[in-house]
């Protein structure tokens, strides 16, 4: 084949695959691969009637009206005033519940597993505080549909990696950009605890000394190195609150919400060694404590009761991990919490993809004993408070976000559906890749049965 020839088909698959863009191009928006549109902001008051409200920090109102304007919430109850020229929507028969809240996630850092450049999730090194997950958060991200339709309207995007693998950040699952997405940027600070015996758990919590368990430092020396770094952090504070001229550290300035208490320190910890040194290295420090993941919480509830440290579960539907211990060991994990004072959320699993099951984390744990309020907090208010955003969500009242779902019953049964949600007074897009898929090939079984009839 000559130079000539080969130019000339070149050219001609070229034309080919341009005609074929524009085909799709032109092709009726529903019937392409745009799976969710961004809606605007909110333009006049709603008052959404009739519905049964959980407020979760309140009394549940039946028959009742949920007013907001701008965003926010103005009124709830069974006797609101509704301005003149307000959008009214009959919600009869519905339920009202706050958005739910995912506590630890990668929605919009992480996407497809197998492709390293669409995840975002770890950096190099062991001390990355200033790793702030907002600003690498895709809000074209096909997770952020399939969250929002199971009612997950916010997420605590986290990265991972090293001993201090950065900054939680509370995003609205709604926008065009991050900025606009973005709740609270900088909403807490990720430790991950070093394990005294690597051989429970996964090892060391996301990597960072690297090579075979042959170079890893041992335990001792993981949490020296901790407390050198918060302790030159603290020292870096401390200097810069008194006026000394020192360089600027990017690092050490993003510990300072951590060190003053302002934020939460969330350490990944699951054995009972790793969470009791945990408790003591944060009273040391004199930081606020969360512990995420704790698989052994029940066997220190006690301590964790009476240092007022709450828990992030993330392993609700998760095998037992001893050959020992009972089939529903993390299944019941909630309702023994509950019943020793210990006040936790429920996450379940932080991959992107998990996102849309944290509904049926929190469901498993009424079926084993946890109280279905209580559940319900798990996944909202209580969830609000431990990472510090209650202000804006976690509950219904006047004053906090337009942030809530409607649905047919209670949102963590599986036989309930999420009609519709919104997040910040914006009615949303309630499409995503999952209902696509399924009208996609629903309209292929019709035109097969049309074929056979």
């Not at 401390?238 to 993003?254: C, H």
């Amino acid at each position: 084949m000559t130079l000539l020839t080969r130019t000339m088909n070149a050219g001609r698959l070229f034309g080919a695959v341009l005609a074929g863009a524009l085909a799709v191009a032109s092709t009726p928006l529903a019937t392409q691969a745009q799976v969710r549109m961004t809606v605007p902001p909110q333009s006049g008051p709603i008052a959404l009637q009739g519905a049964t409200i959980h407020t979760v920090s309140g009394e549940v109102v039946e028959n009742g009206t949920i007013l907001f304007e701008n965003g926010v919430i103005t009124a709830v109850g069974t006797d609101v005033d509704v301005p003149a020229g307000a959008q009214v929507v009959d919600a009869t028969g519905k339920h009202i519940y706050p958005g739910l809240i995912d506590t630890y996630s990668q929605v919009g850092i992480a996407e497809i597993g197998a492709v390293d450049m669409s995840n975002d999730v770890s950096e190099v090194g062991d001390f990355n505080p200033n790793i702030r997950a907002e600003v690498a958060v895709n809000g074209e991200s096909r997770h952020i549909g399939t969250s929002r339709t199971a009612g997950v309207l916010v997420s605590l995007t986290t990265p991972g990696g090293g001993l201090i693998s950065g900054l939680s950040s509370a995003m609205n699952l709604e926008g065009w950009t991050w900025e606009e997405m973005s709740m609270k940027g900088a909403a807490a600070l990720n430790v991950n605890w070093p394990n005294p015996n690597p051989r429970r758990f996964g090892g060391f919590g996301g990597g960072g000394f690297g090579g075979g368990n042959q170079d890893r430092p041992s335990y001792e020396e993981q949490v020296q190195s901790l407390k050198g770094f918060f302790a030159d952090a603290r020292a870096y504070r401390d200097a810069v609150a008194a006026g000394e001229n020192i360089r600027s550290d990017t690092r050490y300035e993003a510990m300072i919400p951590a060190l003053n208490r302002e934020i939460p320190v969330v350490v990944s910890a699951d054995g009972v060694a790793q969470i009791n040194d945990a408790i003591t290295w944060a009273k040391e420090e004199d930081v606020r404590l969360v512990i995420r993941g704790g698989a052994d919480a029940i066997h220190v509830a006690d301590r964790l009761v009476a240092e007022n440290v709450p828990v992030i579960l993330t392993s609700t539907m998760a095998a037992p991990g001893r050959d020992y211990q009972a089939y529903d060991r993390e299944y019941s994990m909630p309702a023994q919490l509950y019943e020793a004072g210990v006040k936790f959320a429920i996450s379940g699993g932080s991959g992107a993809s998990d996102n849309n099951q944290l509904q049926w984390d929190a469901g498993v744990a009424i079926a084993f004993g946890l109280p279905e309020d209580e559940a319900i907090k798990a996944v909202t208010l209580n969830a609000a408070e431990i990472m510090g955003i209650d202000d804006h969500v976690g509950s219904l009242a006047p004053g906090k976000d337009a942030t809530f779902i409607i649905t047919t019953g209670n949102p963590l049964d599986t036989m309930t559906d999420v009609e519709q949600a919104y997040i910040q007074g914006r009615e949303l897009d309630m499409m995503d890749i999952h209902r696509w898929f399924f009208e996609k090939y629903m309209e292929k079984i019709l035109q097969l049965r049309r074929l056979v009839m």
